[in-house]
């Protein structure tokens, strides 16, 4: 056994787990090519041990012994990360956040809810429902994911059109430093005290610390929900709808626009055949939900918009976590993915264009097709999902050209290439593209400030060094 | 002549400026010490040089030469700071961003706006109007201040309630970073590729780079524009109200809560005596603006709350940049400032009661009041304003003393220390009991990592080492 995973017994005593089937289920994240991977028979190297801290101080404990020994930790929350985030090369030490875990406070005055960060999504969601209060972050993985996770890949969530994504939701949360030392920023609603700390945590991927507690601004149940369905001719008549009633200050949660295929695909039984299905659920006081759905409606009708019957909306609420696995598809020999990105209004037409154009070269594609799901003043997302059935030997080789195809022809049409989902390790070569070699620059100088041994998920983020 | 001027003229030519008026100009920002001590004859010592570069590319190398030099660096947005951001010691070049101005693009359809970073906040505000949007960041300072400077300082506008402060605003940002090098944020409503690089220069105070273009995200005008005041019995009761609204989901942008002093002292024509005024402006579609108004009135009525004149808010909306400067009151022999901090909901009442009674025990206290003028879903600030007239030799000590209690009141209240203006040199003694000696610590590695001879404005933001 390896030297630091005794001295980490010594100090954290039965928090480090060593059972070959813990060590086995800490490997990786739900990343595409580490399902290939594992079904091909390539099993990744298994870490050297799982550290499950039961506080702060052990987490810090940890992060201190590991420093010392120069050994990697990599963060592990709820494993459902889909870009390669966590991914072990047998040298690492993984930190679990599973027992960093429950409300610590709930201050239902202020509408905050505090709570260890490896606690469940959709477990904290339920303890402030119960308080009469959410959250409002309903990222499609609320079920797996924990709250500690959705904060370090800045996660968005599906009402994120009127409630923002989780770092408009976040007040204070508490992270270790890599040197062992705890930030706790202050919960305070607003502050200009320097530029904001809680911002290096927010996509840091487990680089540059571990999250170990997040207090969230809640909102009050709302009073009334209600759900309205348009369908467009084209996706442009569809978005500039969208762009009209968002500018105009008018934000349901839930703001969704499928392409002919997806639509097809998802809404037959609701949508016309070759449209394109808007899905809006509208949430707040009862009496602004009347406005909101009655303005809304006049704007998407002024434009090509036609109603479709609302159940669409509740067939959306009721199915929308519910995807394939992807070893159900790669079982079939066929590699299949989603890729999140955005741009300014102007860009996502032609955007949506080429990526779509692109892919349809992939040897064997079966599907490329995107909705947008995130509306923003500035701009929308587009969430590409691609499926191909190529050569059995050629899936890994088939994936990442899929991946290449939708990050060029992104950037060669002015899109960022992550809305949400995180860099991991299937976007990094693309970052310097993204935020520029000065951005690069400037988050490598900050890691190496915090981190100078690369010890705290290395190989996520940002790219290698020439 | 210092050879580091001589060096500025071979790269920079004119844009170098050593005329001593100009000089003068720019040893400081508004800080009311600063005044003071001009009064009393100790005008601070001058700069080097004043550089005012043309575009990016001028500062780059205006950076860099200082960077070989070794000389400090103070970037001078316009002037309008009030915490002492902007304070030559002698030994520094200032760095204008006086000729980095104009509109550089205007995007309708995306509603985004391209300024270079020492464009004047009014004139960016009047020329998007022009367009028929609106920035929708009124700081106090907007007819004084540029729009970098208004970043650098993560500003807080009066209508932040509805439209967020300039962190909300901001889509994209250049800044050169200290070492000469550009870095300029991608132009996308949303991203999840890595730590929010923005958040870095929002807030830095020209310690991290020079911010040299700016491009926000507008609003279009607003249709209806409609005020609405009511009195309250005392403070809490509003505060209350308040925050059932605000976490309602109804968020007027202009929502001001003023205690008895200031209510009696500025809306005594519309106010019943020893009331409370709260006054609302509610802008937006026609039909929302009719709801909020109905909604917001009916909880604040069902609190404590009687209807006022809605005059009042026209009197506000006209005269609420007018302020006395502090010369004036300085040659009177009265020292006067205002200072803001913040808290969740649960805090500010006490933090008001304790603020206040402290700083009546201050010699010479002619005014210790406050309002609250920017509200969240978890909290909202508190707008102190002091004024003293204390033995003419005390000025200086009495506005140290008034400002040391409302810090120490503040915190010891759970509060936030800084809601807007910044750190600059008078509150940075309590930035470590802001945000805590790890936040203390984390700021410095970055500010190392990326000033290593710690060169961009020295002597703010951070406490001295020990």
New interface residues.
């Given amino acids: 056994m390896s030297d630091v995973v005794e001295k980490l017994r010594a100090r954290l005593g039965e928090a480090v787990r060593a059972d070959e089937d813990v060590l086995d289920a800490h490997r990786r994240d739900t990343w595409m090519l580490g399902e290939l991977e594992d079904l091909q028979g390539a099993d990744g190297p298994r870490p050297l041990a799982v550290v499950e801290p039961a506080d702060t101080a052990g987490v810090a404990e940890a992060l201190r012994v590991c420093r010392t020994a120069r050994v990697p930790v990599v963060t592990y929350g709820g494993g459902s990360g889909v870009v390669g985030g966590v991914r072990t090369g047998g040298g690492e030490v993984v930190l679990s956040t599973r027992r960093l875990d429950g409300l610590a406070a709930l201050?239902p005055?202020?509408?905050?809810a505090r709570f260890g960060a490896g606690t469940n999504g959709m477990v904290a969601e339920r303890t402030v429902q119960e308080h009469g209060f959410t959250i409002g972050h309903w990222p499609q993985s609320i079920e797996l994911a924990t709250v500690g996770g959705l904060v370090a890949?800045?996660?968005?969530g599906q009402f994120s059109t009127g409630y923002g994504?989780v770092?408009d939701l976040v007040?204070d949360l508490e992270a270790v430093?890599p040197d062992g030392?705890?930030?706790?920023?202050?919960?305070?609603?607003?502050?200009?005290?320097?530029?904001?700390?809680r911002?290096?945590?927010?996509?840091?991927?487990g680089t540059?610390g571990v999250i170990t507690q997040v207090a969230f601004?809640?909102?009050?149940l709302p009073e009334a929900t209600r759900g309205q369905c348009f369908h467009f001719p084209d996706l442009g008549s569809g978005l500039d709808a969208m762009?009209r009633f968002v500018?105009?200050?008018?934000t349901p949660p839930v703001v969704r626009l499928y392409d002919t295929k997806e639509s097809g695909r998802q809404f037959a039984d609701w949508c016309p055949q070759d449209r394109c299905l808007l899905l809006l659920i509208h949430e707040?006081?009862g009496?602004?939900v009347e406005?909101q759905l009655r303005?809304v409606a006049a704007l998407c009708e002024a434009g090509k918009g036609a109603p479709v019957d609302a159940a669409a909306a509740d067939h959306w609420l009721e199915n929308r976590n519910h995807v394939p696995t992807f070893r159900e598809l790669l079982e079939k020999g066929i590699v299949v993915d989603t890729i999140e990105v955005?741009?300014?209004?102007?860009r996502i037409p032609a955007l949506y264009e080429s990526v779509v154009a692109s892919l349809e070269e992939v040897e064997g594609i079966l599907v490329a097709s995107a909705h947008s799901s995130?509306?923003?003043?500035?701009?929308?997302?587009l969430y590409f999902t691609f499926a191909a059935r190529p050569e059995p030997a050629r899936m890994a080789d088939t994936y990442r050209e899929c991946w290449r195809r939708t990050m060029e022809a992104t950037l060669a049409a002015g899109?960022?290439?992550?809305?949400?989902?995180?860099?991991g390790r299937v976007?990094r070569d693309w970052?310097a593209a993204?935020?520029?070699e000065?951005?690069v620059?400037?988050?490598r100088?900050?890691k190496?400030?915090?981190d100078p041994d690369d010890l705290l998920n290395p190989g996520v983020?940002?790219p290698d060094a020439d």
Same sequence: chains 1, 2.
């Fill in positions: 201050d005055n202020d509408g905050v890949t800045r996660s968005a994504n770092e007040l430093l030392s705890v930030l706790h920023t202050r919960p305070t609603p607003r502050a200009s005290a320097g530029p904001d700390l911002q290096l945590f927010l996509g840091s991927e540059l601004s809640l909102r009050p762009r500018q105009a200050g008018w707040g006081p009496a602004a406005l303005e955005a741009a300014t209004w102007s995130h509306s923003y003043r500035s701009g929308t997302n899109g960022g290439i992550a809305h949400h989902h995180g860099i976007r970052l993204e935020i520029g000065g951005g620059a400037l988050l100088s900050v190496r400030a915090l983020l940002l």
